[in-house]
Every structure is written in structure tokens, then in C-alpha cells.
């Protein structure tokens, strides 16, 4: 997983949520630091890109700001690539699962080309790589807000050409879960009337295309997380582990296999035999199903969960199949 989103959008927390709930289920991952100015952490750093470069430094002998030294130092990272990253990832085998928690600058996923490199390095060394994008569920309090998430998290999606799973962090801080349902399940004419209501009419034309562009190809979803929920998170994990087609060559063990005590895994082994041979998935559900499963409701409403799933290959994204079943 390589975890970027916004400076603050719960990325550092996620990963520290994630190898907790992978603990207590008995599932190692290793978390790596990827933030050359992170200080603090909640999580076992299992690499660290401060032993090869730190921010600190940078600021101090080089005389950069923030920005400019964060930017030297993924760019050191990208000609390290070949020495200090091969020798660390040497130390993991195959099936080992990294955690990749980045650094928020958002430069890094829609202009520079640093962690599209790094990637195609991780892609060599034969990893499945997944972005898993944050955006702060506070950040989404209106239609414009939600365009421009939406925006940046396509900006990293065209940038980085990896399958990803959008999360909307900070469930618990959602008071009114329903005022977050248009944007989970968006409605374009009422994403177009509220964009126009909001904005000049000289934006009309714009507001319709945008709106087409977030419709038509229906690219940008979130799943809603609430790190209190291990539901939640088990729904994540499953969704990305999809995506990585983690554990495909794994053997079905019966016991964890009972569809009557657990058909949220059943409702996973469908999607993974649905999605062989794709190269980008992107999973819709009803928005009201992604509030229902924050909410723990039944299994049996999973059977209802799947609305569309949109699939794309290597050449293209604009195949939508309806799933009724
Ligand atoms: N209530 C709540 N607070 C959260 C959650 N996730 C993160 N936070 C808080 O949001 C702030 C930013 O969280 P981080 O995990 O450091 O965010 P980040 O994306 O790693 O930040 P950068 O490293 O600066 O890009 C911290 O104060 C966290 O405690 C969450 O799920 N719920």
C-alpha cells in the first residue's frame, strides 16, 4: 500500500490503525516511513527514509524551506532508488506486505514525478502496488470541496497509473452521517444544480464538464473509515487487498470459509474471483450500504451492497458492468 492524501488527512494515523488491527488479527505488515520530516510514530518503523536523508538536514546545510527541502529529499530518495531502497527491500520476501506512509506534500502526487518512479521501482522488484488516498471525510462539507477532492485524487490517480482505493478518514468525527451521503453516492444533477447555485454563471459550462468527468467515468469514489470501527477497517483491508489480489494463491481454509458465520468474507472470495484479470478496479457501493457498514449493520445487506463495478485494463477504464445479482 502506498498511503499518500493532504498533509493531516490521517494518513500516519491510518497506518498505525492498520498495523494494530493486522496485529490482533494475527497478519504482519510492515509500515514504512516514507516522510522525511516525520518526528513521532505509532507504529514499529520497519524502514525509515530518515536513515538515508532527513528534512532537518536538508533545511539546515542546504538552507531550503520546508517545501523545497521535502521535495530534495524525495528527490535523493528517487537517485537512491537502485542503492539504499533495493538493499532494504532485500531484507523482505515475496509475500511480505509494506505500508508505505508518505509524505502529504500534494505536488508529490500530481507534478513530480518521485512516487511515480518509486513505484515503477517497487513494480520491478515485482510488489502489487495499491495507492490507498486519504481525504479528510471534514474536508468534504460542500459540492465544491467534494469536485476539488475529487480532482486531486484523480491528479494522483492519472499520475501514479496504480489501482486505488479512495478512503474519506475522520468517520468519528461525522456527526450527521446522511450530510455526507450525496457525496458518497453523487447524484449528478444535483452535483451540477449545486455547482452552478455556488458558482458564477461563467463557470456553467466548466461546472457541466467537471460534473461529466467525475460521472462518465466514474473514477473517484470514497470508502468511508472509522478507525474505531474494526469493521470498518476490515472492509478496507479487503477492498485493497482485492486490488493487490493479496492472497489469491493463499489455500481456502474451511474454517475461515463459513459463509453462515461470516458472510463478509464470502461477499469478498465473489469479488476476488469478479475481478481476476483486472488491472483497476474501482468498487461503488450505495452510499447508504458504506454508511450501513460503518454502522455494522447485517451481512445480508451486503448481498444488496454491489450497485456497479467499474473495471478497467491497461488500455482504458470505460467499461461498466451493472451487477444486479
Ligand atoms: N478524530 C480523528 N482524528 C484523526 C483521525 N486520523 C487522524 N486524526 C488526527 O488528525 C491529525 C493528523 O493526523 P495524521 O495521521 O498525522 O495525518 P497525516 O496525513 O499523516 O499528516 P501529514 O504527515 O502531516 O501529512 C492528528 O491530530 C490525528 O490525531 C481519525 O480517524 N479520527
Redesign the pocket.
Known amino acids: 500500500q502506498l498511503v499518500i ?1 493532504p ?8 497506518c498505525s490503525s492498520l498495523y494494530e488491527y493486522c496485529l490482533a488479527s494475527r497478519r504482519t505488515i510492515h509500515v514504512v516511513n516514507l ?1 522525511p520530516a ?1 518526528e513521532n510514530f505509532d507504529y514499529p518503523v520497519a524502514m525509515d527514509i530518515r536513515e538515508l536523508i532527513s528534512l532537518d538536514d536538508v533545511m539546515e546545510e542546504l538552507g531550503l524551506g520546508p517545501n523545497g527541502g521535502l521535495v530534495y529529499c524525495m528527490e535523493n530518495l528517487e537517485d537512491n532508488l537502485d542503492d539504499w531502497l533495493t538493499e532494504e527491500l532485500d531484507n523482505y520476501l515475496d509475500d511480505d506486505y509494506l505500508v508505505f ?1 508518505c ?2 506534500q500534494i505536488e508529490l502526487y500530481s507534478h513530480v514525478p518521485v512516487l511515480k518512479n518509486f513505484v515503477e521501482h517497487l513494480k520491478r522488484k515485482n510488489f502489487s502496488v495499491c495507492a490507498v488516498y ?1 481525504l479528510d471525510s471534514q474536508f468534504m462539507t460542500d459540492v465544491t470541496k467534494f469536485i476539488s477532492g475529487c480532482m486531486a485524487c484523480l491528479s494522483a490517480m492519472v499520475q501514479l497509473e496504480l489501482p486505488h482505493v479512495n478512503i474519506l ?2 468517520m ?2 461525522v456527526t450527521n452521517k446522511k450530510d455526507l451521503e450525496d457525496f458518497l453516492d453523487p447524484e449528478p444533477t444535483f452535483l451540477l444544480s449545486e455547482l452552478n447555485q455556488r458558482m458564477g454563471p461563467q463557470y456553467a459550462k466548466l461546472n457541466k464538464a467537471l460534473i461529466e468527468l467525475v460521472n462518465n467515468y466514474n473514477m473517484v469514489s470514497f470508502i468511508p473509515l472509522d ?1 474505531r470501527k474494526e469493521k470498518s477497517i476490515q472492509y478496507v483491508l479487503a477492498q485493497i487487498d482485492n486490488c493487490i489480489q493479496y492472497g489469491e494463491d493463499a489455500d481456502v481454509k474451511v474454517k475461515d470459509f463459513d459463509p453462515e458465520e461470516d458472510e463478509y468474507q464470502l461477499d469478498t472470495t465473489t469479488w476476488q474471483s469478479r475481478q481476476l484479470g483486472m488491472t483497476m478496479v474501482t468498487v461503488l457501493v450505495k452510499a447508504n450500504s458504506k454508511l450501513d457498514n460503518m454502522n455494522d449493520v447485517e451481512a445480508e445487506a451486503e448481498s444488496d451492497n454491489v450497485e456497479k463495478v467499474e473495471c478497467g485494463n491497461v488500455e482504458g477504464s470505460d467499461k461498466v458492468l451493472e451487477d444486479s445479482s
Open positions: 492524501g498533509a493531516g488527512s490521517g494518513k500516519s494515523t491510518y516522510d516525520a506512509d509524505p502529504g486519504l478518514s475522520k468519528d468525527l478507525l
